[in-house]
């Protein structure tokens, strides 16, 4: 596939400009405006001095300016660094130093001295700000400023440039499928982040997989609970979009009642997103059971998925979700489960399986040296196909310990069994050694969660001077229910190998999680949650 998600955006101006492409909470952008908005924010980068090959940090929340300045970015051939809203100027550094972007766009309220000290001795020569109240009427105040903040001093305001150069164009530039798109940086649960370069083409990919797979048409109307810097926002709400020509809601973060208004609003039909956007949706009282009805298809990926989680979904909301495995690195779906069919449940374990290879993808599990394992038999996952990034941004040394001879070693440990399902097991590094025997965090975790009290769970290694390593549970609980650790500990006794339940439960307030719903176990071993 030669086509590019621009390709396929100007494809969309070209034969529906009045079709939705955008809604924020009461706006509503079209193709056409999308393209005009985007043409005049490239034309200020442009005059600023931005051009093919140059980096634009993105440091925003799920808002139209996002998808804007990424299309802008994409038209002048330029790539786009995804940051996380949730970083602070600490973190974020790491980032631009790695990155270097010449021009930094960031939402006001996210524009703090701080940021701006750590900007000034950066390869930053521009920063643009936006409010978070344009392009809407609302004014939401659960999870939007309450007024439109002045412009910070020595940054353009994005409205501003975007109504002084009104009605012009760039000049147009091909991008080829091997440019660099968007470097986006892996969420970092095990270390250093490292920036995954995603092309033209693995996002083209990624895109079009999710509307193959999940058969969207320009009928459809995709709702944006994952956060748009990360890979499952990109290609599972952005290119998705574009290349189904659906319409996109967007709500700033999730929230709850933000996110019921919009869905009574739009009408979403489809959503993918962090399994604890669908926890917590299921755990609300102020859900009613059909509220969720004109989403005809949910999928969810990013972190593993419960079976009992599922289960309690669809009993109340009358909804499958369809698990989707994918990574930064694999730009979004290589495992999922297909439309009309569900997802067995390992005869081994109770982890529910991610699916099977979606569309061009090709997985197998191998062994320490690479050889392929028969059905079966645990490994590690490796992929190869479309979506996989070449490499990570500027280092070698991490491009070549992930992907060796064309496949990429995800790090995670699973296998298949005789129908081709795939199954993920754990993380390779959360793996827990109790007296040499291997525990998996997430089989313990999945016992847990077919307990009526639990809401959360995160298991964790702690040193045993015995043992060398004993399991610990961290659990937070629904609403309304109460239990004692020790219940907890004979509930997973009765269930498991004596090696493997937990000797210790710890009932917290909120297991720490990333933004995309990944249980942070290493702050869960530093004890963070206390
Ligand atoms: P990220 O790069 O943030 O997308 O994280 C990728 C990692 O998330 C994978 O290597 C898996 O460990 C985990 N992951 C993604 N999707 C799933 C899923 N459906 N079930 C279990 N773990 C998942």
Redesign the pocket.
Known sequence: MSETVLDMFRRNVTDAPDSPMLAYFDGVLTVGDVDRVSNALAVALTDGGFTRGDRLALYLQNVPQYVIALIAAWKLGGIAVAINPMLTPREIDKLIADSTPTTFLALSELYSDDLATTLDRSSVTRVITTSAVDFQHANDARVLPAERLSTPVGTDDLTDLVDHFDGQTPEVLMVTPDDVAVITY??GTTGVPKGAMNTHHNVATGGSAYRDWFGLGADDVILGVAPLF???GLSGHIAVAIAARASLVLSYRFDIGVTLDMIRAYAPTFTVGAITVFIALANSADVTNDALSSLATIA??????PAATVERFETRFGVYVH???????TTSPVLSVPMGTRAPVGAETEALS?GVPVLSAEVRVVDETGAALPAGQLGELAVRGPQIVPGYWRNEIETSAAIKGGWLL???VGYVDDDGWYY?VD?KKDMIVVSGYKVWPREVEDVLYTHDAILEAGVVGIPDPYRGETVKAYVSLRDGFTVEPHELVDFCRARMAAYKYPREVEIVDVIPKTA?G?ILRRSLRDGVSR
Do not use: F
Not at 300 to 305: F, Q
């Open positions: 892996t969420s990360h890979v499952t969810s990926g990013g972190a593993p998925i698990n989707v495995y994918g990574m930064t690195e991610v995800t790090g995670d993920l993380r995309t990944k």
